[in-house]
């Protein structure tokens, strides 16, 4: 059993319709048909949602996501209309807040991978492989691929795993126009944004993407190249054969592992509150993933 520890109750605000609540992100629709995607500041671990926040974690994803979407506007559209606040709704909502367009959603996590980490590292232990495609003898945990490979998963719903899947089950499933669009997409902005890090000194080892159809356009949906969605090493501690460190979560997952949380991640028991040591560490990985980034001080 996962999922949320204590789930929101949604904010109200006229003129909007409620759609979901996913880990991070609340969804409406306003009165035009368009999305208004409100980030907050809650943190997931393990298939949980947990009780504890990171303070301007919300803004982080947002402001980062605004960002990246604009490196990317010549390689790819994206779904943002505006990031206006609409009438009504609370303060706390100014710097969260993306008003987006109404896609056709293609329902696969589409994932691309430079370096051999996390599921990756384990079914290659186990098969040689990742996702169906056959990888050379040798490599290790943040080894760099030959070149980066585009590994897509089923999308799963709140509390479950998704699922790694081959490129064939893709196209079995999306078609094979569309798996064929997702996979050139997935890796070409993946390609873009690893040259882009990397010229600032962090290493952009896996990442996801979620696309969506406007009329015929493929589209750029969600958020993109955060610490919520990528794992970010630094250039310069870099090491092959070890876990590196990294710009996300860590520091939350370390402490929900670790003796002092008393929690057995295979139980069914909801994790315990996150200390405040974790917490500012947390948000202070996030921060730095913006500001080494963007190039800009987050205050």
């Not at 009780?51 to 402001?63: A, H, N």
């Not at 994932?111 to 599921?119: D, E, P």
């Not at 520091?251 to 139980?267: A, M, N, Q």
Request: proline residues 7%; charged residues 25%; contains cysteine.
């Amino acid at each position: 059993m996962s999922g949320f520890v204590e789930k929101p109750e949604p904010i109200e605000v006229p003129g909007l319709v409620h759609l979901h609540t996913g880990k991070v992100r609340e969804l409406y629709r306003n009165e035009a048909g368009d999305l208004v995607m409100v980030a907050s500041d809650r943190m997931s671990a393990f298939d949980w949602v947990l009780p504890t926040q990171i303070p301007d974690k919300g803004r982080v994803l947002t402001r980062l996501s605004l960002w990246w979407f604009d490196q990317l506007r010549d390689l790819a559209d994206h779904h943002v209309i505006s990031t206006d606040v609409p009438e009504g709704a609370p303060a706390d909502w100014e710097g969260r807040t993306l008003v987006c367009k109404s896609l056709r959603m293609v329902p696969v996590e589409c994932v691309a991978r430079g370096y051999l980490t996390g599921s990756g590292l384990l079914e290659y232990q186990e098969s040689r492989t990742v996702c169906g495609l056959a990888l050379p003898e040798g490599l290790v945990n943040g080894s760099e691929l030959p070149a980066p490979i585009f590994t897509p998963a089923t999308k799963a719903e709140v509390g479950e795993h998704d699922e790694n899947v081959s490129y064939e089950e893709v196209a079995r499933q999306v078609g094979a126009d569309t798996a064929a669009q997702l996979r050139q997409a997935t890796l070409a902005v993946y390609a873009r944004a690893r040259d882009i890090a990397r010229e600032r000194g962090i290493i952009l080892a896996d990442t996801k993407f979620e696309f969506g159809f406007d009329g015929d356009t493929l589209v750029l949906a969600d958020e993109i190249l955060t610490p919520d969605s990528s794992r970010f090493w630094p250039a310069d501690q870099w090491q092959p054969g070890r876990a590196q460190p990294s710009y996300d979560k860590q520091f939350v997952r370390d402490w929900l592992t670790s003796p002092e949380s008393g929690w057995d991640r295979h139980s069914e028991l909801p994790p315990p509150p996150l200390p405040e040591k974790v917490v500012a560490a947390t948000r202070q990985k996030y921060v730095e993933a913006y500001e080494h980034l963007t190039g800009t001080g987050w205050a």
